[in-house]
């Protein structure tokens, strides 16, 4: 179960706002990068930011160039998932990829500040502060475990590849 505090932000959170291109210069410097990330759109956002919260977005969050970096500096500031109605697809799974959860859902009625405990497995967000539940599509079992092990790069390195049965769940 992750838990943590929302962060709210609005539609059209592009790569451009959590990645500004003006800070490209520190791409090697990641640790630094991470400081920056979606300054464009809250610039108090990294110093407030504590690790397991979570961001809260409107509709398509992530839109923009295929930044490999933008979700790789948002897990780096602490953020545990991405809560969002609907993301770009490259995003989704540049996140994935890096480790970090996005969980598409309707975020309409959770707050800036609200205090939230997620369950992946399940698809249930509990919402602590409005004391209500909401729900998402369960993440599958193979992004599941592509996740628990830090993402896709990890995950290969420990278990050689993903392997599949035709259209059938990943085997051990």
Do not use: W
């Amino acid at each position: 179960m992750l838990k943590g505090r929302a962060f709210k932000f609005g539609d059209d959170i592009s790569t451009d706002h959590i990645v500004p291109g003006r800070l490209a210069h520190l791409r090697s410097n990641l640790p630094e990068l991470a400081k920056h990330v979606l300054e464009d759109a809250d610039p108090t956002f990294a110093a407030r930011v504590k690790p397991k919260d979570f961001i809260v977005a409107g509709k398509n969050f992530g839109q923009g160039s295929s930044r490999e970096h933008a979700p790789l500096v948002i897990k780096m500031a602490g953020v545990s998932a991405i809560l969002a109605r609907s993301v770009a697809r490259i995003f989704f799974r540049n996140a994935i990829n890096q480790g970090l959860p996005v969980l598409i859902c309707d975020t309409s009625r959770i707050a800036d500040g609200d205090e939230l405990a997620v369950d992946l497995k399940e698809g249930l967000i509990i919402d602590k502060t409005s004391r209500q539940e909401l729900s998402f599509n369960p993440i599958p079992g193979v992004m599941l475990k592509i996740l628990d092990e830090g993402g896709l790069i990890p995950y290969i390195q420990k278990h050689g590849d993903l392997k599949f049965e035709s259209g059938a769940e990943e085997r051990q």
